[in-house]
């Protein structure tokens, strides 16, 4: 505990450094009581720091409409790899509005979007009415989509396979990464 004062106060060290630290010292004493080189672990029950809360970021409604314009907009399409092929390049656009879309209406992060399967997707009559995902830590949650955008959605989801990702790039395939959708993002936004 003292350890841990020290980094907070003297060398101005942030909460979430020194719980990181404490970490590898509790680990480590844990391998050196594994092998019979130390008796206990005394930073087992240290009070470890506590990590200040985030205020989540969020879009206000002008910047929300700005972005839904842009992502609706046909007139800047990025090229991609596959030259400028039009029909190529509009299917990767439809399928970036429709994710772009998502994380809008529901707030979900861009890996759990990405990561969804069609199975994922709770439709009645034809409408997205919810999407279920697995987040952070493997915790399991329940999102409700709006009706406006669940219809839109439901409708660009009929006819995939259940077990297919809702974001693939092509029948079969796995979606692109979390990081080539925010470059796709930042091409459009140019």
């Known amino acids: 505990?003292?350890?841990?004062?020290?980094?907070?106060?003297e060398r101005q060290v942030s909460a979430a450094i020194v719980t990181r630290r404490l970490s590898t010292l509790s680990s480590f004493y844990k391998w050196g009581m594994k092998h019979e080189i130390v008796e206990a672990d005394p930073?087992?029950?240290?009070?470890?720091?506590?990590?200040?809360l985030r205020i989540?970021?969020?879009l206000e409604r002008e910047e929300q409409q700005r972005l839904e314009a842009t992502i609706k907009?046909?007139?800047?399409?990025?090229?991609?790899i596959f030259g400028d092929n039009q029909e190529r390049?509009?299917?990767?656009r439809r399928r970036y509005e429709m994710l772009f879309g998502l994380l809008l209406n529901s707030g979900l992060r861009i890996s759990e979007a990405l990561h969804l399967k069609a199975s994922d997707v709770r439709l009645v009559a034809g409408t997205a009415k919810s999407v279920q995902v697995i987040g952070k830590g493997d915790k399991e949650r329940l999102v409700p989509l709006p009706e406006a955008f669940g219809a839109v959605f439901g409708f660009w989801l009929k006819d995939r396979a259940r077990g297919e990702y809702v974001f693939a790039r092509a029948l079969g395939q796995k979606p692109v990464s979390a990081q080539a959708a925010r470059a796709y993002l930042r091409l459009m936004l140019k």
């Open 43 to 52: 930073v087992y029950l240290a009070d470890k720091p506590k990590r200040p």
């Open 89 to 92: 390049m509009t299917e990767t």
């Open 1 to 9: 505990e003292q350890f841990s004062a020290w980094q907070l106060r």
């Open 56 to 58: 989540p970021v969020w």
């Open 73 to 80: 907009n046909r007139e800047n399409i990025p090229i991609n």
